[in-house]
């Protein structure tokens, strides 16, 4: 699905926009005039973590749910989990902030790289070496299922280099082998009369 018949959600509307018309996310640094869209803002993620501020419009997010999208592996440890009706809770700490239910639905069909299992980044991230972005490396594909995904709430860590999250008690999973599966979702949540942003 193109990315501008996606129904965007007020909040990320009002974000700027890359050259292509593609809302750039709330932690995504600049270069210029130019989106790295494949690295994360220190201070814009230390922000959101502090604020309680959704990474994809950077707006506020009431006590409750927050959201994410996980690509294949964390989907399937999620899926495994839930089927052996255990706890699921991302030991292993991710860089990738949370945000609200339709951000996070409308970033998951948008993004090229979240959206289909084929898809590969086209840049890399400039610390691509560790294993908290090995994912983020020029070329990597997602592969598999991935998903979108509802947890409790969420733990971080700042740190002078990184802003840390972990996630806690999983309330809703929305899988996907490609994400416009999710159309009728993010439909249903941006019809809803007062949701939260």
């Known amino acids: 699905m193109r990315f501008e018949l996606v129904p965007v959600p007020d909040e990320v509307g009002a974000r700027p926009r890359d050259g292509r018309g593609y809302p750039v996310p709330a ?14 803002d220190h201070g814009r993620s230390a922000d ?7 990474s994809v419009c950077g707006r506020f997010m009431e006590r409750g749910p927050v959201w994410r999208v996980v690509g294949a592996a964390e989907s ?3 899926a495994g989990a839930l089927a052996a ?7 292993a700490p991710t860089m990738e902030g949370p945000g609200h239910r339709a951000c996070m639905l409308y970033a998951a069909m948008v993004c090229p790289y979240l959206a289909r299992p084929n898809a590969r980044r086209r840049a890399s991230a400039e610390d691509a070496a560790d ?3 090995s994912a983020a490396v020029r070329g990597a594909a997602r592969g ?3 998903a979108v995904v509802g947890f409790g709430d969420y733990e971080y860590a700042v740190t002078e280099t990184r802003v840390l999250f972990r996630f806690l008690d999983v309330v809703e999973f929305l899988p996907h082998e490609s994400a416009d599966e999710h159309l009728a979702e993010l439909r249903a949540e941006l019809a809803k009369p007062s949701r939260p942003g």
């Open 144 to 146: 598999g299922t991935g």
């Open 85 to 91: 009706g255990q706890p699921y809770r991302n030991l």
């Open 27 to 40: 932690i995504t640094p600049w270069q210029g005039d130019v989106p790295q869209f494949a690295l994360t």
């Open 131 to 133: 294993e908290l972005t």
């Open 76 to 78: 399937a440890a999620i």
């Open 48 to 54: 959101c973590a502090l604020e309680r501020l959704c």
